[in-house]
C-alpha cells in the first residue's frame, strides 16, 4: 500500500526582526500597504510585539511578521541567514511602486530582469533587504483596503533567498524531504519551487562558502515557515525529519498555526506551520489588527501588558 509522502506547499510565512514597532507599522502598511492583520505578541517575549502583515486575511503565502526589538543592534547579513525577502506585486506595476517609493524617500536599486521577472531591490527603514517581483504567474489577489490602489497591491511572498555554506544541503533537504524541485538558476542562485510553482511558493538558494557567518538583530530574518495542509501532515513531516538526525521542537501552539522548528544545514531556522486555524479565529476578517490579541494563556496579563506595549495605530 502506497502512503503519500508529507511535504511542504510552499512559503506559509517570514519572520524578521524590526525596530520601533511605529516606524514598522509605518512602512508596511502606509508604503507598502500590507494589511495589518494581527497585533499580538511574541509567546515567548510578551512584553515584545508580534506583528503580522498579509493580504485581505493573511492567507498563507502572503504573510510578512515582525519582532520589534527598539533599541537592539542591527544584525548582520551573511551566511546561515535568509538574505533577501521578495514579495509579488503585477506584472505592470513597476512604474506605479518607483514612484511611490521616491515620494516615501525609499532609496532603490535600478530595476533588472531574473529568471522571466523584473525585480525592484531596496530595504525598510531597519536595513532588511527587500524586494519587488513583478511577475507573470501572479494570481492572486492583494490587500484591497489599503493606500495601494487594488491593480498594484502587493500580492504577498514571492520568494526568500537563502545564503548558505554547502547549498547541496540545503538542496537535498529541499527536493527530498520538503517538497521542492528545482526550476531555474541565475545570479549565482538556485531556485526552488513547491506545489504549483507559483509566487509564494519559491525559494533562492545561494552558495555563501567563504563568507562571514550573518547575527542575528535588527534587520535581519529570524526564520522562514513552510507551509503544511494540517495537523497530521506536520506530525508526520516532523517524524520523517526527526528520523534523519535533525534537532525538532515539540510542536507549538502559535493560536493562529500550529508550529514545529529546526535548523537546517546552513544553519537557519526553518518552521513548518499548519495553514489553519488562520487569523480570523479571534477577530472578525473586517477588523483584523484593531486590538490586541493574546493567546489564552496570557490573557490574565492583559491588562500588565497594554500598560508596557506602546500604543499603534490599526491596519
Avoid at 538556485?190 to 538558494?205: H, N, Q
Wanted: hydrophobic share 35%.
Amino acid at each position: 500500500m502506497n502512503e503519500t509522502k508529507a511535504v511542504t506547499h510552499g512559503l506559509h510565512h517570514l519572520t524578521a526582526i524590526s525596530g520601533p514597532p511605529r516606524e514598522n507599522v509605518r512602512f508596511y502598511s502606509e508604503v507598502l500597504g500590507m494589511r495589518l492583520v494581527k497585533k499580538t505578541v511574541n509567546f515567548d517575549d510578551p512584553t515584545t510585539y508580534h506583528l503580522y502583515y498579509g493580504d485581505e486575511v493573511g492567507r498563507p503565502g502572503t504573510i510578512i511578521t515582525f519582532f520589534p526589538w527598539p533599541g537592539a543592534p542591527r544584525g548582520r547579513k551573511g551566511a546561515g541567514q535568509v538574505i533577501t525577502t521578495a514579495v509579488s506585486v503585477p506584472a505592470d506595476s513597476l512604474g506605479y511602486w518607483t514612484q511611490r517609493l521616491i515620494e516615501n524617500g525609499v532609496r532603490f536599486e535600478k530595476p533588472r530582469e531574473r529568471l522571466g521577472d523584473t525585480v525592484l531591490g531596496f530595504q525598510d527603514p531597519d536595513g532588511l533587504r527587500l524586494e519587488l517581483v513583478a511577475g507573470r504567474k501572479e494570481t492572486r489577489q492583494g490587500y484591497f483596503g489599503g493606500p495601494v490602489p487594488p491593480e498594484s497591491a502587493v500580492r504577498g511572498l514571492h520568494h526568500v533567498t537563502l545564503a548558505v555554506e554547502g547549498a547541496e544541503k540545503t538542496a537535498e533537504l529541499l527536493t527530498e524531504h520538503l517538497g521542492f524541485r528545482k526550476v531555474g538558476e541565475a545570479e549565482g542562485r538556485v531556485r526552488f519551487a513547491a506545489g504549483d510553482g507559483k509566487p509564494g511558493s519559491l525559494v533562492d538558494v545561494s552558495e555563501a562558502a567563504g563568507f562571514p557567518g550573518g547575527s542575528t538583530g535588527v534587520g535581519t530574518v529570524h526564520h522562514v515557515a513552510f507551509r503544511v495542509p494540517d495537523e497530521e501532515s506536520q506530525l508526520a513531516l516532523r517524524e520523517e525529519l526527526f528520523s534523519l538526525g535533525y534537532n525538532m521542537t515539540p510542536v507549538m501552539d502559535r493560536k493562529y498555526f500550529r508550529s514545529v522548528y529546526f535548523r537546517e544545514p546552513g544553519g537557519i531556522l526553518f518552521e513548518i506551520a499548519t495553514d489553519p486555524p488562520g487569523f480570523t479565529v479571534d477577530e472578525d476578517p473586517d477588523h483584523l489588527g484593531e486590538r490586541l490579541q493574546l493567546p489564552p494563556w496570557l490573557e490574565h496579563e492583559r491588562d500588565r501588558l497594554q500598560e508596557v506595549l506602546p500604543a499603534l495605530p490599526t491596519g
